[in-house]
T-cell receptor, first 111, second 112 residues
Framework: DTAVSQTPKYLVTQMGNDKSIKCEQN?????MYWYKQDSKKFLKIMFS???????INETVPNRFSPKSPDKAHLNLHINSLELGDSAVYFC??????????FGEGSWLTVV | QKEVEQNSGPLSVPEGAIASLNCTYS??????FFWYRQYSGKSPELIMS????GDKEDGRFTAQLNKASQYVSLLIRDSQPSDSATYLC????????????FGQGTILTVHP
């Protein structure tokens, strides 16, 4: 069983569209994250949720809206997609320690 | 100054050699330190964590932490071609409380 799973794995879409990426973890962790990895492989946190509550919101455009229906799920909705949004988006989770486990990533290409 | 800085490489070593990867961080309040390995097209995978000064060994991997110098390193002994990947240094605590702040990664190539 995949510990942190996210869908879709690949997403190609046109500028201006709205898209969502879903994430689920079966590790029983309380904290979930969205990280973005750009073309230079730099990995940067976007959001963090603890027990469905937003605790970290880095300087991310408000076109990006996370939603956590329960502590096992954290979805990412992106409005009005731009070329610069093309990246790999990783969902992740952590338990009591700071060991973070990543999902397989969602490759978003905006054309 | 970047919060977490690594030599981007690429670092190339022959099979069987020791690969040495270095990382410096700017926040003295950082408390936890991690090394992740990322193969091309894959997600980051945790290989080592270290929390106190000194060395921590796990198989062929040794992490070294020096908080006074704000320096953390990863040594890979008996390097194998399968070790070829990007190695990401990450810190948490201090201004990175509740999250990981990553360096830009070092590309390692182990050639036969």
């Amino acid at each position: 069983d995949t510990a942190v799973s996210q869908t879709p794995k690949y997403l190609v879409t046109q500028m201006g569209n709205d898209k969502s990426i879903k994430c689920e973890q079966n590790l029983g962790h309380d904290t979930m994250y969205w990280y973005k990895q750009d073309s230079k492989k730099f990995l940067k946190i976007m959001f963090s949720y603890n027990n469905k509550e937003l605790i970290i919101n880095e300087t991310v455009p408000n076109r990006f809206s996370p939603k956590s229906p329960d502590k096992a799920h954290l979805n990412l909705h992106i409005n009005s997609l731009e070329l610069g949004d093309s990246a790999v988006y990783f969902c992740a989770s952590s338990g009591r320690g700071y060991t973070i486990y990543f999902g397989e990533g969602s490759w978003l290409t905006v054309v | 100054q970047k919060e977490v800085e690594q030599n981007s490489g690429p670092l190339s070593v022959p099979e069987g050699a020791i690969a040495s990867l270095n990382c410096t961080y700017s926040d003295r309040g950082s408390q936890s330190f991690f090394w992740y390995r990322q193969y091309s097209g894959k997600s980051p995978e945790l290989i080592m964590s270290i929390y106190s000064n000194g060395d921590k060994e796990d198989g062929r991997f040794t992490a070294q932490l020096n908080k006074a110098s704000q320096y953390v390193s990863l040594l890979i002994r008996d390097s194998q071609p399968s070790d070829s990947a990007t190695y990401l240094c990450a810190v948490s605590g201090g201004t990175s409380y509740g999250k990981l702040t990553f360096g830009q990664g070092t590309i390692l190539t182990v050639h036969p």
